[in-house]
């Protein structure tokens, strides 16, 4: 299957990995990496530099900026709101603070990210979340400002901890370990 780019977008770059899709009304600049089978919905900007991973949905009404990562397949509600500086001045330009998302995040819709942060591998926020923090892996997280409230496995499912132990288990029996860096599957 070919690319998709709807005659309603503008597309400045000319790195797109096989069956991208990208709908009307988005403005994509030069020098932005797209992975392969991503699909990009209406009214959605994406500022040079900014690296999108493969089978990533980005939902409507996005605006990425310079120095964003997105690993592959992570999924950003309708809204999301990314930031790359921390003290914004009109006219007065400084080096970006990059956002992660790491592989397999999902990102609520409405979501606001503060410039510089990570967030984990297969974390997900709550929609409306507003996340000034780090996020760990398999975290899930919500509120204002969003907190750890539960740990997830890789298809969103809550883990549930065994006794008081630091191993947690999934619906399929997967077995994780609480670390300092957010669950790791055993």
Same mark, same amino acid.
């Given at each position: ?7 309603? &977008?503008?597309?400045?770059? !000319?790195?797109? #990995? ?13 020098? /932005? @990496? ?13 500022? @040079?530099?900014?690296?999108?991973? %493969?089978?990533?949905?980005? *939902? ?7 120095? +964003? ?10 809204? /999301? /709101?990314? =930031? ?12 970006? %603070? ?10 609520? &819709?409405? @979501?606001?990210?503060? &410039?510089?942060? =990570?967030?984990?591998?297969? +974390?997900?926020? #709550?929609?409306?979340?507003?996340? =000034? ?9 919500? #509120?204002?400002?969003?907190? /750890?409230? &539960?740990?997830?496995?890789? *298809? ?8 008081? @132990? ?5 619906? !399929? ?14």
């Amino acid at each position: 299957m070919a690319n998709f780019i709807h005659s309603h &977008a503008l597309v400045e770059t !000319d790195t797109i #990995g096989e069956d991208t899709r990208i709908w009307a009304f988005v403005h994509i600049l030069k020098n /932005v @990496s797209i992975g392969s089978n991503c699909n990009i919905c209406d009214h959605c900007f994406i500022e @040079s530099g900014v690296s999108i991973g %493969n089978n990533v949905t980005i *939902k409507s009404g996005i605006y990425i900026w310079e120095g +964003a990562t997105i690993e592959n397949d992570v999924f950003l509600g309708p809204n /999301v /709101v990314f =930031t790359n500086d921390n003290r914004p001045r009109s006219k007065q330009y400084v080096e970006a %603070n990059p956002i992660l998302v790491k592989e397999g995040a999902s990102i609520g &819709a409405n @979501s606001t990210i503060l &410039a510089g942060v =990570t967030v984990g591998k297969y +974390a997900m926020s #709550g929609i409306g979340s507003v996340i =000034t923090r780090n996020v760990p892996d398999h975290a899930l997280v919500y #509120g204002n400002p969003a907190i /750890v409230r &539960a740990w997830v496995d890789k *298809k969103g499912r809550k883990l549930i901890q065994q006794s008081e @132990s630091d191993h947690w288990i999934s619906e !399929d029996q997967e077995i994780f370990k609480l670390t300092e860096n957010g669950m790791i599957q055993l």
